[in-house]
Each structure stands twice: as C-alpha cells, then as structure tokens.
C-alpha cells in the first residue's frame, strides 16, 4: 500500500511542478521585469535579470524537477523487485523529469548550453528492453513524449549554443 501511495504522491507532484513551470512562464507576460532591470543585468553581467523574477521563478523550478527525478529514483530503488512494468515506468518519468530540469538550466545558466549524458543521451529503446514492460499504452505515450521532449530540448542546447557563441565573437571583435 504504501507504494501506491508514494506513486500517487508522485504523479500529483509532477502536475505540481509543471502548474509551477507554467506559471513562471505566464509570469513573464503578466508582471514584466522592471525597467530598472536592464541596467541591473548590465551592472552584473546577468543577462537573465533582464527578465526579472522570472529567472528565479525558473531556477526554483529547475530544482523541483530535479528533486522529483530524485524522489522518483529512491521510490524506483525501494521496489527494485516490482514488476518491469512498474520498474520501467519509474525509470521513465525520472528521466523525463531531469529532461525538463535540463531544458529550464538551458535557458536559465548559459553553462548549462552543453547537454550531458544524463539529460540528452536517453536511449529509450534501451530502457525500456532493459527493464522489459515496455509494451503498455500508458509506456508508450510516456517514451513518446520523451522522445518529443529529447528533440525540443537538443535544438533549445544548439540556439543557446549557437547564440553564446555568437555573442563571444562580438566581444571579442
């Protein structure tokens, strides 16, 4: 019982999270930065601070993303002889909540512009085969929209990349 119970608590903290994400993301249209913050991110170097509270918003939701990818693998550890069903679909929604970790540190840390093995290198098929369970509907929307997921998230790394690099030749021009 006690399974269920952490797994609901999960699921209901993943909506939590995204409702959290979602409303950064409005935040920025509803209640723009100041106009001092321009000179702010000037002064610093921050370019983010140009957005206001939003970037704190974002970097918040980033660490809750990354904390429920954390509590989804402790929940997949306590049940390692569930069935693979049930094992496969932990494994795939923790990498799917580092994914949208990994996506909101694109934007919000330019150092972040490099993928990792972590965030970018999900092998799905490999999961999936590895743990075996991964022939039911409710798998296979969640490796669809991983894969979904993986694809915005390594053009997001390539625009940030490609503009920090375009931004270092202007400095240095």
Do not use: W
């Not at 490999?126 to 409710?138: A, N, W």
């Amino acid at each position: 019982m006690n399974f269920c119970q952490e797994y609901v608590r999960l699921r209901a903290e993943t909506f939590m999270c995204h409702a959290q994400l979602l409303h950064a993301c409005l935040s920025l249209r509803t209640a723009p930065p100041p106009a001092i913050a321009a000179s702010l991110a000037t002064s610093t170097r921050d370019d983010l601070l140009r957005c206001g509270r939003v970037s704190q918003q974002l970097t918040k939701s980033a660490r809750d993303f990354n904390n429920l990818a954390s509590q989804y693998g402790t929940l997949y550890q306590s049940v390692f002889d569930a069935d693979p069903q049930t094992l496969c679909n932990l494994a795939l929604l923790q990498q799917g909540a580092l994914l949208v970790a990994q996506g909101i540190e694109i934007i919000t840390r330019p150092s972040a512009g490099q993928l990792t093995e972590d965030y970018s290198g999900l092998d799905l098929t490999t999961i999936t085969s590895k743990l075996g369970g991964g022939e039911s509907v409710e798998t296979q929307s969640i490796i669809t929209a991983l894969e979904e997921a993986t694809t915005l998230v390594r053009r997001l790394a390539q625009v940030r990349s490609t503009g920090n690099s375009r931004l270092t030749k202007g400095l240095h021009s």
